[in-house]
């Protein structure tokens, strides 16, 4: 009887003895974690990989409020407790999930007669009864969790505004830690949370960020930040996650990766194919590389372990196959890629972090890519930055050098900026690289660099803006009034219009790297000229233009007579270079 129950274990752990990730996990300082459903544990195939495998568990649901309070005063920690039980006989950690904010609440706690004042006592009862009851046995707490909207506000609910506890803001949060830490001084306490793109730079993170910050400031018992990884296989930003990782942990903060699952979709029932198993397989190492360059980052748990059971089917339809072992406990490429990522040393050596590709530079002009020139004003598609677009503003008249964490060098000058969000920055290539054949291009953001890049040093590399910033079609061109020319202001012979420029190289008088100049007049040392409708066109003045914008200069020409009413096309010629092809200008 024995053996014959005992074999599909026995044979399972062998199978799984090649890669033997909690080891693993145990050497590099981290622990593997799973969350787990009580009613499997008595499941013998489900308990031995468990027991075997993992350092850690979780609670999938068992102390959520709906299971563990059911009723006013009434407490039901059987579940809980089977879980705990299990981990403390397998020698295994608990993490607590959650004390706040999960969507299981129990229909009691919303009822109509409840005050703000009675709700923070229940809430406050709540988190003392429970967290005393686990103290000494669930090490970590999910003391908040998902209190965050994308866009960084916070999400209306029970504890916050309906009716809430009767403190504005974070206050509900503040004091859920402040009431767990006394119920357990030794706990670490966690915010607990989730991202479409794992947990990268995005509005949501920053406001998470902002709050860390302002709670560590003022002494409230916060100690780690939990990332719970809900993605698909194309989803996951792996340097904005470094970057999140990066700053919490910089704060002092631990960081776990606490809820990971990676869905494929799934046909028919027909299962996900190898192509798919192997880029969930690369999600998974990514995450946990990630995770692994950080002392700090102390735990990389998936909610599940094995295909048989997980909530992503019934909260994804179509979608499956998202955790490391198959529904037949078998390892999956997504289990050998965690394996391989503990046993490996960090991938992304910390001075060359990013990995950035000449294409990603743009003329902001023409939007075409190649070759710089001095004083260019430049679209870098960024591999990460700030979740809210930043804007540069003027210090002492110049624009700055490093924008919320970010830098981009230029043979080693940093370039002035002019805004930057995750996904872009917008820099000016400074005049020093004037004599430079190429420069060397490096981007840095929070600390991380990325590798350097060359890009040929031309003269002049003139790009038109146009009015829908796609570098085709109509020009961001204005009249004398500075109204925009267009169908429906068009230009008419005779008339001066400003064409709005880039990459025109360098001046006389010279113009000075990150300085705003409204106004300044200048003459390009490459020779200049302009055409509309093929036409020659006399050139009244390149000057700086009302903004002064770093970058962005505007050549003043006189529309030439006798051009056909309609779209013509303008260009303008800068020593050996043109502007790009289908820049046009509305006349009458
Ligand atoms: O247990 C009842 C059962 O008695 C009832 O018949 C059945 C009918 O709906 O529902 C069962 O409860 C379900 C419970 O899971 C247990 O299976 C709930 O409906 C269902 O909503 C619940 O879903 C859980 C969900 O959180 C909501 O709390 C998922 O299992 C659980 O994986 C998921 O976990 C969350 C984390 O707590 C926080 N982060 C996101 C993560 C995924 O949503």
């Not at 995750?422 to 991380?448: C, K, M, R, T, W």
Request: charged share 15%; hydrophobic share 45%; glycine share 10%.
């Amino acid at each position: 009887m024995f053996r014959s129950r005992m074999w599909p274990f026995l044979l399972l752990v062998i199978n799984l003895k090649g890669a033997d990730p909690r080891q693993l996990a145990l050497q590099r300082g981290v622990d593997l974690g799973t969350a787990v459903d009580a009613q499997h544990l008595s499941e013998s195939q489900y308990a031995a990989v468990l027991a075997s495998q993992y350092s850690q568990v979780e609670p999938e649901n068992e102390m959520k409020w709906r299971i563990i309070h059911p009723a006013p005063g009434v407490y039901s920690f059987a579940a809980g407790d089977a879980i705990v039980n299990f981990a403390v006989q397998h020698g295994m950690k608990v993490r607590g999930h959650t004390l706040t904010g999960d969507t299981q609440l129990p229909a009691w706690l919303s009822d109509p007669g409840l005050t703000p004042s009675g709700l923070q006592t229940i809430l406050e009862e709540h988190i003392t009864t429970v967290v005393k009851h686990y103290a000494g046995r669930v090490y970590a707490w999910d003391v908040l969790n998902e209190a965050y909207a994308d866009d960084g506000t916070l999400l209306p609910g029970i504890w916050l505004n309906t009716p809430g506890i009767g403190v504005p803001g974070t206050g509900y949060m503040e004091l859920a830690l402040r009431w767990a830490h006394a119920a357990d001084p030794a706990a670490r306490l966690f915010y607990n949370d989730e991202d479409d793109t794992g947990l990268g730079i995005t509005p949501k993170t920053d406001a998470i960020y902002r709050m860390a910050q302002d709670f560590l400031s003022r002494g409230v018992p916060l100690h780690g930040i939990g990332m719970q990884m809900h993605v698909t296989a194309g989803g996951v930003s792996i340097p904005g996650l470094v970057a999140n990782i990066k700053r919490l942990t910089d704060l002092g903060l631990e960081v776990q990766i606490t809820e990971m699952d990676v869905r494929l979709p799934v046909a028919n029932l027909a299962g996900a194919s190898a192509a798919e198993l192997d880029s969930q397989a690369q999600v998974y190492h990514d995450v946990a590389s990630a995770c692994l360059q950080f002392p700090k980052c102390t735990a990389i748990q998936t909610w599940g372990f094995t295909d048989r059971y997980s909530w992503i089917p019934t909260a994804f339809p179509g979608f499956g196959d998202a955790l490391p072992l198959d529904i037949n406990y078998q390892p999956k490429p997504a289990w050998n890629s965690i394996a391989d990522a503990l046993a490996s040393p960090s991938t992304a050596s910390p001075a060359n972090y990013y990995r950035i590709s000449s294409g990603q530079f743009l003329n902001m002009g023409s939007r075409s890519t190649g070759a710089i020139a001095p004083g260019e004003m430049l679209y870098f598609a960024a591999p990460s930055g700030p979740g809210a677009l930043v804007q540069g503003s003027p210090a002492a008249g110049k624009y700055p050098n490093s924008l919320a964490g970010m830098q981009v060098t230029f043979d080693g000058v940093p370039a002035p900026l002019i805004a930057a969000q995750n996904g872009f920055v917008i820099a000016v290539a400074p005049y020093e690289i004037a004599a430079h054949s190429s420069a060397a291009v490096q981007f840095d953001y929070l600390g991380n660099s990325s590798n350097p890049i060359s890009l040929p040093v031309e003269p002049a590399v003139p790009g038109l803006f146009t009015a829908t910033s796609t570098g085709a079609g109509a020009g961001l061109i204005f009249d004398r009034n500075f109204a925009l020319v267009s169908a429906s202001n068009p230009a008419r012979a005779g008339d001066l219009i400003f064409l709005s420029i880039t990459g025109e190289g360098v001046s006389q008088p010279a113009g000075v790297t990150g300085l705003s100049q409204p106004y300044r007049i200048f003459t390009p040392l490459e020779p200049l000229s302009v055409t509309i409708g093929g036409v020659p066109a006399a050139v009244a003045v390149v000057w700086s233009g009302p903004a002064g914008l770093p970058g962005m200069s505007q050549i003043g020409v006189y529309v030439p007579p006798g051009i056909p009413a309609g779209n013509a096309p303008v260009s303008v010629r800068l020593g050996g270079a043109s502007t790009q092809a289908a820049v046009t200008v509305a006349l009458r």
